[in-house]
């Protein structure tokens, strides 16, 4: 059974930071295309970042860019997002997610939720000012 398991999330000053992890079993991190969004109380489920699983090219939303950074440990099997300088507007539920969609159809489309097969349950960020 495919399972993600978001953890790291926590209450932070504004202009701190935090760092995630997705910790994955049933799938190998290193063969799937892995992507993070977030989602605040009474708002739509958002992209933030992305990692292809050959050559490390990355995703952001730009609402994040130079500010989050998504990285991959093959050996541990773990997908990380780094989250620093956090703004108050950053406060959500992080989601890891995993796909093992076409290389073109995913530069197209990694941004979408619709995309993603495997989705785990997420972890709090309150960033608070």
């Known amino acids: 059974q495919v399972q993600l398991v978001e953890s790291g999330g926590g209450l932070v000053q504004a202009g701190g930071s935090l760092r995630l992890s997705c910790a994955a079993s049933?799938?190998?991190?290193?063969?799937?295309?892995m992507g993070w969004f977030r989602q605040a109380p009474g708002k739509e489920r958002e992209f933030v970042a992305a990692i292809i699983p050959s050559g490390g090219v990355t995703y952001y939303s730009d609402s994040v860019k130079g500010r989050f950074i998504i990285s991959r440990d093959n050996n541990k099997n773990t997908v990380a997002l780094q989250i620093n300088s956090l703004k108050p507007e950053d406060t959500a539920v992080y989601y890891c997610?995993?796909?093992?969609?076409?290389?073109?159809?995913?530069?197209?489309?990694?941004?979408?939720?619709?995309?993603?097969?495997?989705w785990g349950q997420g972890t709090q960020v309150t960033v608070s000012s």
């Open positions: 049933g799938l190998t991190v290193s063969t799937y295309y």
């Open positions: 997610a995993a796909t093992r969609r076409n290389s073109l159809y995913y530069s197209r489309t990694y941004y979408e939720t619709n995309v993603y097969d495997y």
